[in-house]
Nanobody, 123 residues
């Protein structure tokens, strides 16, 4: 059974940092592309960061470039999202997701989602 379990969310003041983790199990880690999405109240789910399965490079949404850093630790089947200089508009539920085919940057390619972890940034 595929499982994606996010952790690390919480309440933080604007300008602060959080590191999200996603522990993956039930599938071959290297066979899937992995990404982070978020959904703010009343808004559509949007891609935040995704890791290429071909060269390991990471892509970011324009809204988080320079502030968020995605990484992975294959030995632990875990991916991370380091979030710095957080803003109130970063408040959302953050989801880890995997795609068997294509890029994990696209919502439409996602096969499995985690349950999400809430990040709240106060002003």
């Amino acid at each position: 059974e595929v499982q994606l379990v996010e952790s690390g969310g919480g309440l933080v003041q604007a300008g602060g940092s959080l590191r999200l983790s996603c522990a993956a199990s039930g599938f071959t880690f290297d066979n899937y592309a992995i990404g982070w999405f978020r959904q703010a109240p009343g808004k559509e789910r949007e891609g935040v960061s995704c890791i290429s399965r071909t060269d390991g490079s990471t892509r970011y949404a324009d809204s988080v470039k320079g502030r968020f850093t995605g990484s992975s630790e294959h030995a632990k089947n875990t991916v991370y999202l380091q979030m710095n200089s957080l803003k109130p508009e970063d408040t959302a539920v953050y989801y880890c997701a995997i795609a068997q085919y294509g890029s994990a940057c696209s919502y439409y390619n996602i096969n499995y989602w985690g349950k999400g972890t809430l990040v709240t940034v106060s002003s």
